[in-house]
């Protein structure tokens, strides 16, 4: 039996929480960005995160027994394989033409309903009937050919096979101390600032101490167990995992834990290795046990077969070698400071203070607790720097992206693979990147868009007959682009679109030319060179659509959904603008001159009978609809489609959002929080932002925190996290609409506060002050001075930046 599979360990946890979380205090040594709690985990979602990029994991501070559930990036289901399906495009003629039918019948039902409500209101009552149950023939007649449509899609267009692979945990670790009496004046704590997880309590005299850690330098995870009295560490260290048919050797001072997901797919090894101050290390079958020792350390690293998205061959025991090699005869103290220093280097990029209350002293799960009925403006400073932490542990150079769970997954069937998503969730992973300054952990993504492109060059040519590449809702490790699930929602064409757009922000952020030569604008380019030859002219408006595709993840198939025309849009203004930065072939210039033609023929965002945003190309929008997705309103963000300046589009964006209600699930409050401080109504945002920050349950249907502050959909999605950092840093700073905006939306429940290091397009660094809702200070910075438009209470002014 192994520890995984004791039932009695839950309860034993329940007895003894109690008895540990006797009052003790917020720990001293912990900076004030530090999360905190008086029990042990007893749940995955109340341990505490670390990771490096490449490995992530799970500590949950059990005294007699800690556990370290921990995570390697290319551990998942599957192997390599193209989803493309040959001869696909042969359906998709038939389902336009099902599709136009359904749109010209659609149209005609709405017609006929709008005739009737007139009629109805004069007490025209048999007429009003007549119209209506016409109306009602024609939609159903619609509903049929969409159906009929969607059936197609599933048979003949979906990819092959229809579902994509998932993330998976790599294994356990367990240490058993076996303690004789109870432990006391327990509490273990996650420092952001150093990136370290401690745990502390004492039995009898003696003070017991671990310290965990994942270092991206080192590329290892590494653990120290210390007490305050000399040989008073006894205890027995095991791997394990939840693969089936996973071996455990031990050998002198290590451990090796080997596995496979499945037969002829990821094979992956882990080792850990032992090193003690004092007392013994004995090698017992499958264990280490340590007797009498002062101090412990241990070096747990993982690797799999891997070698790409394409090919599998590597070998795990030779990587885990060389990954052990880069910290051997390193000193505890020496990992340590290049990992704190190697973090901080990123983590301090940017502070904030939104002030302090006494609330901040109590236990994090505590104040999540009280925090919409309390005052505790750290509470959103901590939540802020929290999503920083998330993504530097989760999405670093050379590693993969941070997916659903970022790099943290416990199930071997986790919620929607915890793969990447990418009608949203991918996306708002990274919307914290360039703004908040982690501009190198967006780089695992413009990885992957690199073997994307790839990838969803065969999906173009094999679904679509079309040119460039395209991906569609949801990549896996094995870079999937083709539509996945079900063709209601799986077939939307514009995940690759959006994923493009990332590299532009790059380049806005940093005005790096080379970075935009090299490698955004030739994925720019070709992902534009598929819509360029996959819009098709609506005959009832003469407007160029998209189809068929649909609006996430609503309302079916369809044609020219609202979300995608905003999002080829803004990618192909996007081409035109990088073509007059960059040298362009000839080749290049002809196809930007034919963005330049379809531009205008693309269909506009248009405003409903509700005096809303449409969704659809037809105005059928229900005020009544509160769905999570919000797609149409892309345009206002992360896009800048519709902005301020556009009074009337404005209006009807954000009459859309109050439709669409305050209560969602966690990621889609991340959302709102963006857009309402694009709508520069700051007490709007914080009001989501408040609803974000509660305990998961605390209302019902609507997601929140789980005690460790992980996003709840619920289920956990980290993408909630990313999508609150960047509502807070969109609250102070926009830069989106041609000038930088100081302060745009503003809650009243900051009035005073300071951010440093925040990033505005343009290549700026900002730095502000304000008191009582008002700036008292600002600084701009770039790597050359030059002059910016900066709005500034209501006023527009042209400064000259400081050189940075």
């Not at 803004?570 to 035109?576: G, V």
């Not at 609150?724 to 005073?752: F, K, N, V, Y």
């Amino acid at each position: 039996m192994t520890l995984l599979s004791r039932p009695w360990l839950p309860v034993l946890a329940a007895v003894v929480a109690p008895l540990l979380a006797a009052d003790a205090p917020r720990p001293p040594e912990a900076s004030p960005l530090s999360l905190w709690y008086r029990a042990p985990a007893e749940k995955w979602e109340e341990a505490l995160p670390v990771g490096n990029g490449h490995l992530g994991a799970m500590v949950f501070g059990g005294a007699s027994t800690e556990h370290v559930q921990f995570n390697e990036h290319t551990v998942w289901t599957g192997r390599p394989h193209s989803y493309a399906r040959p001869g696909a495009v042969q359906a998709l003629p038939e389902m336009r033409r099902l599709l136009f039918e359904m749109r010209s019948l659609e149209l005609r039902g709405l017609a006929l309903q709008r005739e009737a409500e007139p009629l109805a209101a004069a007490g025209r009552r048999p007429e009003a009937a007549e119209r209506e149950q016409q109306a009602k023939e024609l939609l159903q007649t619609a509903r049929a050919r969409q159906k009929a449509a969607e059936d197609l899609g599933f048979k003949e267009f979906m990819s092959d096979p229809v579902r994509q692979k998932a993330y998976q945990p790599c294994g356990d670790l367990w240490i058993d101390l076996g303690h004789a009496a109870a432990p006391g004046s327990y509490r273990r704590w996650l420092d952001l600032d150093r990136a370290v997880a401690a745990t502390e309590y004492r039995v009898g005299d003696v003070t017991f101490r671990r310290e965990v850690f994942a270092s991206h330098p080192d590329h290892v995870i590494v653990l120290r167990l210390t007490a305050d009295r000399p040989g008073q560490l006894t205890g027995v260290i095991r791997l394990d995992s939840p693969h089936q048919g996973f071996q455990v050797t031990a050998q002198g001072t290590s451990l090796t834990l080997r596995g496979e997901v499945e037969p002829g797919g990821v094979r992956f090894e882990a080792r850990a290795v032992l090193a003690a101050s004092g007392g013994r290390l004995s090698a017992e079958a499958d264990r280490v046990r340590v007797t009498g020792a002062d101090a412990l350390v241990l070096r747990l690293v993982a690797a799999t077969n891997v070698t790409s998205y394409r090919e599998l061959g590597a070998d795990p025991a030779a990587r885990c070698a060389a990954l052990l090699q880069r910290s051997e005869g390193k000193s505890w103290e020496t990992l340590r400071n290049a990992h704190v220093g190697d973090h901080q280097g990123l983590f301090r990029r940017v502070s904030l203070d939104l002030g302090r209350t006494a609330a901040a002293d109590l236990p994090t799960d505590q104040r999540i607790r009280d925090f919409a009925a309390g005052n505790d403006p750290q509470l959103a400073t901590l939540a802020f720097q929290y999503g920083r932490y998330l993504l530097i542990g989760s999405s670093r150079p050379g590693g993969q992206p941070a997916n659903l769970q970022g790099i943290w997954n416990h199930q071997l069937r986790p919620p929607w693979d915890s793969k990447y998503t990418c009608n949203i969730n991918t996306q708002m992973n990274y919307w914290p990147a360039e703004v908040t300054a982690l501009g190198e952990c967006h780089e695992p993504l413009f990885t992957a868009l690199t073997e994307l492109a790839e990838s969803g060059r065969a999906v173009a040519r094999e679904h679509y007959a079309a040119p460039g590449w395209v991906v569609h809702h949801n990549f896996d490790l094995w870079r999937g682009a083709a539509p996945i699930n079900a063709s209601n929602h799986g077939i939307w064409v514009t995940g690759s679109g959006w994923l493009a757009l990332h590299l532009w922000e790059r380049f806005l952020f940093s005005q790096d030319r080379r970075f935009l030569e090299t490698t955004g604008f030739p994925l720019l380019r070709d992902a534009a060179r598929f819509y360029a030859d996959y819009l098709i002219e609506d005959p009832t408006t003469k407007w160029l659509i998209s189809g068929p595709s649909n609006s996430p993840e609503q309302g079916g198939l369809v044609l020219g959904p609202t979300m995608d025309h905003q999002i080829i849009r803004n990618l192909f203004r996007a081409c035109l603008e990088a073509a007059r930065l960059v040298p362009v072939s000839p080749a290049d210039q002809q196809l930007v001159a034919r963005l330049a033609s379809l531009l205008p023929r693309l269909a506009p965002n248009q405003i409903g009978r509700h005096g809303q945003l449409q969704e659809w190309l037809e105005d059928k929008d229900d005020p009544k609809n509160v769905h999570r997705h919000v797609s149409h309103l892309w345009g206002v963000y992360p896009g800048w489609d519709i902005t301020w300046r556009d009074e009337k589009l404005f209006a009807a964006a954000r009459q859309s959002l109050l439709f669409r209600g305050d209560a969602a699930t966690g990621w889609s409050m991340g959302w709102k929080v963006n857009l309402w401080a694009r709508f520069r109504d700051g007490d709007h945002a914080y009001l989501i932002l408040r609803n974000l920050l509660q305990p998961i349950g605390a209302v019902k249907g609507q997601g929140g925190l789980y005690p460790n502050l992980f996003d709840a959909h619920p289920p956990f999605q980290i993408d909630g996290n990313f999508g609150a950092t960047a509502g807070i840093a969109e609250m102070l700073l926009q830069s989106h609409a041609g000038e930088i905006d100081l302060l745009p939306a503003l809650p009243r429940t900051w009035p005073t506060g300071r951010v440093t290091g925040l990033r505005a397009r343009g290549g700026f660094t900002v730095d502000l002050e304000w008191r009582d809702g008002r700036v008292t200070r600002y600084r701009l910075a770039s790597p050359e001075p030059r002059e910016v438009k900066v709005r500034l209470h209501g006023e527009v002014r042209t400064v000259r930046s400081e050189r940075l």
